[in-house]
């Protein structure tokens, strides 16, 4: 009997700003608008993070129905009081793995080694690896069994630098998300300021910012039909 058809979102566990005294989290948005897509086309969705337990949302609209609608589905309610870390589920379980963005993915993404082999086991198995604005981050040290990056040469897209700046925070994130993708060999592209883009290379699925999240979910599911 084949497995069920799942998806895992990987949410960041880091809650503050840099030094600002300003919280962040994941976005919300960013990983409620993909889990519609994703429940419509049939997949189940799990969650995880980076430090397990109760993640911190960011960036909440409970006016926009599908964003209340995640946080009171009962499955994904239960789950973010107690996600798994990334070393407590299995990639196999997968037919892909969204990073959602957030600030706080920028402090903790890169850095999570398990995170980066349950990514990498998911892509070698013929999955697919998206992540959408901030959530880029987790691609920046993700390599393949090979030892080579997993965005070298790849078509990618991210928050930019230019949004970066937009939103004060240059100096404040500890590297600028387009440039670490581009000393890696990524081949960046991007849209204006806060408009949608996604970028679709292979098994690799990649939007720019909050207003890329549902085509990013689209892009995955289509990668996944072929």
Not at 30 to 45: I, L, N, Q, R, S
Request: aromatic share 6%; proline share 5%; with cysteine.
């Amino acid at each position: 009997m084949p497995r069920a058809k799942k998806i895992l979102i990987t949410l960041t566990s880091h809650d503050r700003l840099g030094d600002t005294g300003r919280g962040t989290g994941y976005y919300l948005p960013e990983a409620a608008h993909p889990w519609k897509v994703f429940t419509d086309a049939g997949y189940d969705v799990d969650l995880v993070s980076v430090s397990g337990g109760k993640p911190t949302a960011d960036g909440a609209d409970i006016s926009d129905p599908i964003q209340k609608a995640f946080l009171h589905d009962p499955k994904i309610a239960a789950q973010l009081e107690a996600t798994p870390r990334p070393g407590q589920v299995t990639a196999g379980d997968y037919d892909a793995i969204l990073y959602v963005g957030g600030h706080g993915t920028m402090w903790d993404f890169p850095h999570d080694q398990d995170l980066a082999d349950l990514a990498r086991d998911i892509y070698e198995a013929g999955g697919a690896v998206a992540a959408v604005c901030h959530g880029p981050a987790g691609l920046v040290n993700l390599t393949l069994s090979d030892g080579s990056h997993l965005v070298a040469g790849k078509n990618v897209a991210a928050f930019t630098n230019s949004e970066e700046a937009s939103v004060g925070l240059t100096e404040v994130v500890p590297f600028l998300l387009q440039s670490a993708l581009e000393e890696r060999g990524a081949k960046h592209s991007a849209a204006s300021d806060f408009t949608a883009h996604v970028v679709v290379d292979g098994r690799l699925v990649t939007g720019q910012n909050p207003a890329s999240a549902t085509e990013v979910g689209e892009a995955v599911v289509k990668v996944l039909a072929s």
